[in-house]
């Protein structure tokens, strides 16, 4: 089987080409250049970073499942779609690369070339066999996705997903702020209680980041002893994944591992993504007894509010699953969609499907908590 799949399009065709890269030694061949696509695609998440990918097509890909579509103008990369062939509901589909482990779905787009690129995008996209449907389960609002979608010459499908929960980058002051008053000062008693117990945070190096997230899902596990816990996070190819993924975040500036000490030691650790525009609170892991001495999310947050205003970043984004522990500072809910974009007749069937199982499953889940607790 050919490595590459190679579509050259006129409108000029000098200026233009576009390929899908089947070869899974295309990730690490292309890992400069997808760097650097990221830093210029304002809508991307760090879902979508080179790190995050690599990492994860490592402990989970499959060999020769890999469908990563880049478009080229004058021999820069304009446009990617990291995607694998799978099979959902017996429908032959394209998937995101690490759609299970991801908040949000979406592709890297360059927008000074948004036109041309989505276009080439979706040529070289329909050209590829194989499929009936590209599907995207978590696309959130302005992605490059919506785009693609927009142009999208077949029949495609939009419908809700899961909902994500934001605040603004403010002080922890102005948060508390939206609270009803006597709620707001019992939030500062609980703050002052933190601080004078004298619990310090600090940020991990990037040399000590992947052994950290080792420590922090072990902390996550007794956190969660005896209680539901997502299987996926007690697996070693999820601990490999997460650990090795942060160790090039962090060194990128795109992630941050915070520990958390009470005389020395260690009690809570948080793993935030940070992203173009948000922060995301992304696992978390505490000692089971914390709780019983302070308010372990209260003092997260506060965190990473702060690490939200020095990066320059908009606000945090508690990511998916509308919890009651999240929801107590009431954040702006953001709804994500499912984009189903269709490429032969049974696409049809298959969106109808999806969009009945995803009903009943709401549901049937109505009210339980989800993310990734």
Not at 223 to 235: A, C, I, K
Not at 268 to 293: K, M, T, W
Request: glycine content about 8%.
């Amino acid at each position: 089987m050919t490595a590459v799949a190679s579509t050259r399009l006129a409108a000029p065709a000098a200026e233009w080409s576009a390929e899908v890269h089947r070869d899974e030694q295309a990730l690490a061949g292309l890992a400069d250049e997808l760097r650097d696509l990221y830093d210029r695609s304002p809508a991307a998440t760090p879902f979508q970073t080179y790190e995050w990918l690599r990492a994860w097509w490592g402990w989970y890909g499959t060999p020769g499942r890999l469908r990563l579509a880049t478009v080229r103008c004058r021999g820069r990369l304009v446009a990617a779609a990291p995607l694998m062939a799978g099979v959902r509901h017996g429908f032959p589909v394209l998937v995101p690369l690490a759609a299970g482990q991801s908040d949000f779905a979406d592709f890297l787009l360059d927008p000074v070339h948004t036109d041309g690129a989505v276009r080439h995008l979706t040529r070289a996209l329909l050209d590829e066999r194989g499929w009936c449907a590209v599907d995207l389960c978590e696309v959130r609002p302005g992605s490059a996705a919506h785009l693609v979608a927009a142009q999208w010459p077949r029949r495609a499908w939009r419908t809700p997903s899961s909902v994500c929960l934001e605040l603004p980058a403010a002080g922890i002051d102005d948060v508390l702020d939206r609270l009803p008053r006597r709620t707001a000062g019992k939030m500062r008693a609980k703050l002052r209680k933190i601080d004078v117990r004298g619990i310090t945070v600090e940020s991990v190096p990037p040399e000590r980041a992947s052994d950290a997230v080792h420590v922090l899902l072990e902390l996550h596990l007794r956190q969660w002893q005896g209680r539901p816990v997502n299987p996926e996070h007690r697996r070693e190819r999820f601990r490999r994944h997460l650990a090795e993924a942060a160790a090039g975040m962090v060194r990128d500036g795109r992630a941050a591992v915070l520990q958390y000490r009470w005389d020395e030691r260690l009690v809570a650790s948080d793993l935030v993504l940070i992203g173009h525009r948000y922060v995301g609170a992304y696992l978390y892991g505490a000692i089971p007894d914390l709780r019983d001495c302070v308010d372990v999310s209260l003092m997260m947050l506060r965190q990473d509010l702060a690490l939200a205003r020095d990066r320059n970043r908009q606000g945090v984004s508690l990511l998916r699953g509308d919890e009651p522990y999240k929801l107590k500072w009431r954040p702006t809910p953001v709804r994500n969609e499912r984009v189903i974009l269709g490429r032969t007749a049974p696409a049809a069937a298959f969106a109808a499907l999806a969009r009945t199982r995803a009903r009943l499953s709401d549901r049937r889940h109505h009210g339980r908590p989800g993310g990734h607790g």
